[in-house]
């Protein structure tokens, strides 16, 4: 993959980020940087705290306690105009599509477009189309439903929709997540070719082996509150922490990295 992380320009920027859900502590101390055109991965053991991190970087959850700044805005100090500002600049994918049920494809990937933009319907059509084909799907999926679609077709739209803006960042939540192996490495070759025809600065959480073999730059592994580990998957393979061993034992582990290591 391009080594594009000697980039040190920072797209987002996490400090001291404590979170608590009662008597329950999630974070206790979460500090990361994400640099300006790279694929970062979060990955953690169930609990660990990187769907709620997702949540607040997004914002759609606030942390009890740091600062997480994103395209050099503080998140904690927004009006509520910067924050819908800022929502703009960013496109999510949500693990399980989030599309609207009752809209076309087309007309879910047009929406972003309809509620921020004065464009005209045409063109808001056409745009969406372009938007699909990018994505991967035939034209005939536009006039399709999310009822209608496969998993991996879902999850294409999704990402499709996720791109209505042109945004510069781009959050990915599970984006292979119960798709059969075709698929899975389908959404691979997508995200890396949306990262390097776009430049786009690429977040996601991720459990799948090959996902972050194949594609990420550098991986966080969050356990206890706190980032345990951070580097590529090959620098993370050298570290000896009960919370990053389980990622490079067992047989699942050994595949993805010997399919790495043939590429």
Same mark, same amino acid.
């Given at each position: 993959?391009?080594?594009?992380?000697?980039?040190?320009?920072?797209?987002?920027?996490?400090?001291?980020?404590?979170?608590?859900?009662?008597?329950?502590?999630?974070?206790?101390?979460?500090?990361?940087? /994400?640099?300006?055109?790279?694929?970062?991965? /979060?990955?953690?053991?169930?609990?660990?705290?990187?769907?709620?991190?997702?949540?607040?970087?997004?914002?759609?959850?606030?942390?009890?306690?740091?600062?997480?700044?994103?395209?050099?805005?503080?998140?904690?100090?927004?009006?509520?105009?910067?924050?819908?500002?800022?929502?703009?600049?960013?496109?999510?994918?949500?693990?399980?599509?989030?599309?609207?049920?009752?809209?076309?494809?087309?007309?879910?990937?047009?929406?972003?477009?309809?509620?921020?933009?004065?464009?005209?319907?045409?063109?808001?059509?056409?745009?969406?189309?372009?938007?699909?084909?990018?994505?991967?799907?035939?034209?005939?999926?536009?006039?399709?439903?999310?009822?209608?679609?496969?998993?991996?077709?879902?999850?294409?739209?999704?990402?499709?929709?996720?791109?209505?803006?042109?945004?510069?960042?781009?959050?990915?939540?599970?984006?292979?997540?119960?798709?059969?192996?075709?698929?899975?490495?389908?959404?691979?070759?997508?995200?890396?070719?949306?990262?390097?025809?776009?430049?786009?600065?690429? /977040?996601?959480?991720?459990?799948?082996?090959?996902?972050?073999?194949?594609?990420?730059?550098? /991986?966080?592994?969050?356990?206890?509150?706190?980032?345990?580990?951070?580097?590529?998957?090959?620098?993370?393979?050298?570290?000896?922490?009960?919370?990053?061993?389980?990622?490079?034992?067992?047989?699942?582990?050994?595949?993805?990295?010997?399919?790495?290591?043939?590429?």
């Amino acid at each position: 993959m391009p080594n594009i992380t000697q980039n040190s320009v920072p797209v987002i920027e996490i400090s001291k980020v404590a979170t608590r859900f009662g008597d329950q502590v999630v974070h206790s101390g979460v500090d990361l940087e /994400v640099r300006r055109a790279e694929i970062f991965a /979060v990955i953690g053991g169930s609990g660990s705290g990187k769907s709620t991190l997702l949540r607040e970087m997004i914002l759609l959850q606030r942390p009890d306690s740091g600062s997480i700044s994103i395209l050099g805005a503080d998140l904690q100090q927004l009006t509520d105009d910067a924050a819908a500002a800022l929502r703009q600049r960013w496109g999510v994918m949500f693990q399980h599509g989030g599309l609207f049920g009752s809209l076309t494809v087309l007309e879910n990937v047009g929406l972003p477009l309809r509620e921020h933009t004065r464009l005209d319907d045409a063109l808001i059509d056409e745009l969406a189309r372009w938007k699909i084909a990018m994505s991967g799907l035939k034209p005939e999926v536009a006039s399709q439903y999310p009822s209608e679609l496969s998993g991996g077709m879902l999850k294409r739209a999704s990402l499709a929709r996720a791109m209505a803006l042109d945004p510069e960042l781009l959050f990915l939540d599970e984006p292979t997540a119960g798709l059969d192996p075709e698929s899975a490495a389908g959404v691979d070759q997508l995200v890396l070719k949306l990262r390097d025809v776009f430049g786009l600065t690429i /977040v996601m959480i991720t459990h799948d082996l090959d996902l972050l073999w194949q594609v990420a730059d550098r /991986v966080a592994v969050l356990a206890d509150g706190k980032v345990q580990g951070l580097g590529s998957m090959s620098e993370l393979a050298r570290m000896d922490h009960p919370a990053i061993r389980p990622y490079f034992e067992g047989p699942r582990s050994h595949a993805a990295s010997q399919h790495q290591t043939q590429k």
